[in-house]
């Protein structure tokens, strides 16, 4: 069973708990229905499992399935059954509601009371002068700070038992300054992420590389201030993690990198300009690293004009 199918069963299975009575047994058994079909199934499992380790995936099973104890509802179940699948592949697995279970949720009397309220993250709004004066005093460097990811510019200020990610400039005309965009618990290291839509996305772990970067899951930011000078191997992880079209780097005198982020079929004519743009340097390098980390797949032909260089070392 490919890809494609498991993510249809998977749209299926949440949309049933659109309709059920919301009881936390039902969570569970959505839950391991999910985690048995993805084992049996899919195609990189034993890979993630052989790099990561059984008692990491079991671990997380045991957390994941007390986490869905404590669901409140069936989106508590999707964030958290979204959490366990970014074991695998972080934003190449879909898990949502399906139209039909998200009218029926959306006019439970519950749902409307909360839309009638307006519920939503309050709002930091600090003037940058300000926070920049602030970011000054500060002796050590921690999560707070002035940081970019894509066409957001977000403040981290620490209030209280979390570190607050605002938006202060954004290319996307659905969030305005100062929303908040994600939220550290100071406490345990987890974080909740507002998507472009303004839905959360939760992972259990953030990790600051060095002072310059932060990344949680598959979401990557970069500190713009206070300035610091990052690392090479920072910069080479984080172009090649975040690369959204293949490209070819030379990385020693002897060693040359290329970087294919998809293998979809709408991928095949980039992939075929850079090997024809470099097929003399490829050809002539006696090392020749092929990085496909957090690929989906896609098409054969996708790839294959990159088989002549592995087995000639040449085009055919």
């Known amino acids: ?163 607050i990610g605002y938006i202060m400039e954004s290319e996307n005309t659905s969030w305005r300054e100062g929303e908040v965009k994600f939220k550290i618990n100071a406490t345990d290291n987890s974080a909740v992420y507002y998507m472009e839509d303004h839905s959360p996305r939760e992972f259990d772990n953030v990790d600051k590389i060095g002072n310059a970067y932060i990344e949680m899951g598959f979401i990557n930011l970069k500190r713009i201030y206070p300035e610091t000078k990052p690392k090479k191997a920072f910069e080479t992880y984080l172009k090649s993690i975040n690369a959204t079209q293949p490209y070819l780097d030379k990385i020693g005198d002897n060693t040359i990198v290329l970087r294919i982020p998809s293998f979809s079929s709408s991928y095949k004519k980039a992939i075929d300009s850079v090997l024809l743009a470099n097929k003399k340097l490829i050809t002539s390098t006696k090392s020749l690293i092929i990085d496909i980390r957090n690929n989906g797949g896609g098409s054969d032909s996708s790839y294959r004009e990159i088989i002549p260089f592995i087995y000639t070392n040449s085009f055919l």
């Not at 059984?54 to 989106?75: F, G, P, Q, R």
């Open 1 to 163: 069973m490919n890809k494609q199918v498991i993510l249809i069963i998977f749209i299926f299975v949440v949309s049933v708990l659109g309709y059920s009575q919301e009881k936390n047994h039902e969570y569970e058994d959505v839950f391991n229905w999910v985690k048995e079909t993805f084992e049996k199934n899919d195609a990189g499992f034993a890979y993630v499992i052989g790099i990561k380790g059984k008692d990491a995936y079991d671990k997380l099973n045991e957390v994941t399935l007390e986490k869905i104890k404590k669901a409140k509802n069936s989106d508590d179940c999707i964030r958290v059954i979204q959490s366990w699948q970014a074991f695998f592949r972080s934003g190449h697995i879909s898990i949502r509601k399906t139209d039909k279970a998200n009218k029926i949720a959306n006019n439970t009397p519950k749902n409307n009371i909360e839309a009638k309220k307006g519920k939503k993250e309050k709002g930091v709004l600090i003037k940058e002068n300000k926070f920049k004066k602030y970011l000054d005093k500060k002796k050590a460097l921690d999560y707070e700070g002035i940081w970019q990811s894509g066409g957001y510019v977000i403040g981290v200020k620490k209030i209280e038992s979390n570190y």
